[in-house]
C-alpha cells in the first residue's frame, strides 16, 4: 500500500526558511516522480514542484511562485523527499501535500502539514 | 499561468447526473491529454478521480467519467450519491507546469 507522511510545518516569520519531510512507503522513492502541491486556507490546489526518478535524471522543476525559493531533494537510503522553502512570504502560508506524480496526475497523496508563515 | 475555468458550485439531486467543466486554453487542456480530476471532502486531502483525460483508477466508481473536446474537459458524475458531495478540482499538464481548475463545490440537494 503507497503510503506518504508530512512532517515539519509549523509557524515561521516572513523570511525564514523551513524543511518539510515526506516519508514514503509502497514504493521507492528514487524509483518515482514526487511532486508537492498547496492549498492555502479556504482556497484551491497549487501545483508547487516535483522531482524526476533517479532513471529520468532526478532533476526537479517549479512553479513560478517558488522558483528560486524552494528546493525538493531525495535520500533514498530513507526513502525520503524533502522540500527545502526559503526567504518564506506569507502567501506561503497553506497546507502542503506530498504526492506521488505520474502521467499528469498526482496519484497518492500525504495527509498535508500546515506552514503558517506569519509575525 | 493562469488557472483553469471550473464553475464554482454544481448540484445535483440523488441519481441524477451532474457535469463539471473545466476550461483552459490550447497551451493546457488542449494541448496535452494529461487531465485529471481530484475528489476533496472537507479536511480531507484530496482523492484521485480520472487520470489523463478519461482513465478512472482502481477503486473508483465508473459512475465518474471524465471527456475533452478542445481546451475544455468535463467530469460527470452519474447516479449521485450523498457521499459524492465534495469539491473537485482539475488539473492539466503544461509543459514544465502543472495547473489546477479553482474548484467546484458539488452538492447533493
Known amino acids: 500500500e503507497v503510503q506518504l507522511v508530512e512532517s515539519g510545518g509549523g509557524l515561521v516569520s516572513p523570511g525564514g526558511s523551513l524543511r518539510l519531510s515526506c516519508a514514503v512507503s509502497g514504493f521507492t522513492v528514487s524509483d518515482a516522480w514526487v511532486s508537492w502541491v498547496r492549498q492555502a486556507p479556504g482556497k484551491g490546489l497549487e501545483w508547487v514542484g516535483r522531482i524526476f526518478s533517479k532513471t529520468a535524471g532526478g532533476a526537479t522543476d517549479f512553479a513560478a511562485p517558488v522558483k528560486g525559493r524552494f528546493t525538493i531533494s531525495r535520500d533514498d537510503s530513507k526513502n525520503m523527499v524533502y522540500l527545502q522553502m526559503n526567504s518564506l512570504k506569507t502567501e506561503d502560508t497553506a497546507v502542503y501535500y506530498c504526492t506521488k506524480y505520474g502521467s499528469g496526475s498526482f496519484h497518492n497523496w500525504g495527509q498535508g502539514t500546515l506552514v503558517t508563515v506569519s509575525s | 499561468q493562469s488557472a483553469l475555468t471550473q464553475p464554482p458550485s454544481a448540484s445535483g439531486s440523488p441519481g441524477q447526473s451532474v457535469t463539471i467543466s473545466c476550461t483552459g486554453t490550447?497551451?493546457?487542456?488542449?494541448?496535452?491529454?494529461?487531465v485529471s480530476w481530484y475528489q476533496q471532502h472537507p479536511g480531507k486531502a484530496p482523492k484521485l478521480m480520472i487520470s489523463e483525460v478519461s482513465k478512472r483508477p482502481s477503486g473508483v466508481p465508473d459512475r465518474f467519467s471524465g471527456s475533452k473536446s478542445g481546451n475544455t474537459a468535463s467530469l460527470t458524475v452519474s447516479g449521485l450519491q450523498a457521499e459524492d458531495e465534495a469539491d473537485y478540482y482539475c488539473?492539466?499538464?503544461?509543459?514544465?507546469?502543472?495547473?489546477f481548475g479553482g474548484g467546484t463545490r458539488l452538492t447533493v440537494l
Open positions: 488539473c492539466s499538464y503544461a509543459g514544465n507546469n502543472l495547473v
Open positions: 490550447s497551451s493546457d487542456v488542449g494541448g496535452y491529454n494529461f
